[in-house]
Structure formats: structure tokens, C-alpha cells
């Protein structure tokens, strides 16, 4: 799940409720900064309210050389499908 939280997108790695008691509960997320790749871990309580990211998908077709003998010089190209949302 991709989550937008202070101006950042966030791949949520997990996340649980905590409650003690007869309070409210709140939820514990590890996730990671997508434009950094930093894992945190935030709590949040049950009031607060953030934004659920669902991406695009799309296909595409992609072609890319790959190397066979970086010495010789050989190359073998490939095409295949890749999928990017």
C-alpha cells in the first residue's frame, strides 16, 4: 500500500492497531520513503486521517540491449513486456 504522509510518498511495509486500555487505538506503520529508500516507523493515532495512493498501471514495451562477451564486444537484444505503475 502507497500512502502520501508529509508531503512524501510511502510504501507501507506493516502496520498493527495498539490500544490499551479503554482508550482509542492507535496503529504502528513501518514504512519506506519512496524518494529516499529510508525505513521509519510512525505512530499515528486513530484521528488522523491519510491519503491512500492507488497508481496506474500501464503496459509498455520495452527494448534493451544486453551484454553476452563485454570483451568481444557481443551484444544480444531482447524485447519483452514490462509492466510500470
Known amino acids: 500500500m502507497i500512502l502520501r504522509y508529509d508531503e512524501r510518498y510511502c510504501q507501507v511495509k506493516e502496520w498493527y492497531a495498539h490500544k490499551q486500555g479503554r482508550g482509542a487505538a492507535a496503529y504502528h506503520v513501518t514504512y519506506d520513503e519512496l524518494d529516499t529508500g ?12 491519510l491519503v491512500k495512493v492507488e497508481p496506474d498501471k500501464q503496459e509498455c514495451q520495452a527494448d534493451r540491449t544486453i551484454p553476452v562477451d563485454p570483451k568481444k564486444g557481443q551484444t544480444k537484444r ?8
Open 38 to 49: 529510508k525505513q521509519r516507523v510512525q505512530k499515528f493515532g486513530s484521528g488522523v486521517k
Open 78 to 85: 531482447s524485447t519483452g513486456h514490462t509492466y510500470l505503475g
